[in-house]
């Protein structure tokens, strides 16, 4: 890698479906159901397939840092900001102020941690991309009745003009590798919705470029 190449960085914020320890006896404690085991184990709880694709992806490509979220999406969601109305679920909305105090605090390590990593590849290292994000994620064949037509997503801000080009040569490099899959352009979900990606684009402009892999979880089906 050339010396003043921007740095790589890998993550896969829906990894697991954990619920901790201390929100399972929160949960109890004030005679709420919590939530079910047979929604954690769909793809309400976690992205299904996408830590394996992510931990794949991270021994394929050596990335200068990575991070998988540690607990489900039901819990809170890597992938919103703390102000959206869906940051805690249905389930979690209802605990204790401290409780849900405790489950923000696990949510900003995970962000600062990231956070951290980008800035302090920007800091004092002049103008360009410094930083190339993927966010690994997969998404539910068939969602509400209706059959997903694609096999992968690759999710960016078309307004900008890096992460344009990165992914017409992400696209570019999985079609000579697979070409029977069906890719598509930000989809199954626009690139610049609320998410971490969008989050590091206002905090640090042109130094970074975030792009979203989406990959239908029944290709993810068969990887070990
Ligand atoms: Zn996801």
Known sequence: MRKDAPALMITCEHASNAVPGFVMRAFKAAGLAGIPEDVLRTHRGYDIGALKAFRKLVRAMRP???????????????????????????YTRDLPGNVKEQVHKMWLSHRDTVEKYVAGQVKGKGKGLRV??????????????????????????????????????????????????????????????DGLTTALRQKFGEAYAGIEIEMNQALLAGLV
């Open 64 to 90: 200068d840092f990575s991070l998988a979220g540690t607990f489900s999406r039901l819990v809170a969601d890597l992938n919103r900001s703390d102000t959206n109305r869906s940051f805690f679920s249905e």
């Open 132 to 193: 190339i994000h993927l966010g690994i994620h997969s998404f539910t064949p068939v969602l509400e009745g209706t059959v997903r037509n694609a096999d992968v997503g690759i999710l960016y801000d078309p307004d900008r003009e890096a992460e344009c080009r990165i992914a017409d040569a992400l696209i570019r490099e999985i079609k000579a590798r697979a070409p029977e899959l069906r890719i598509r352009r930000n989809y199954p979900y626009r690139g610049t919705s």
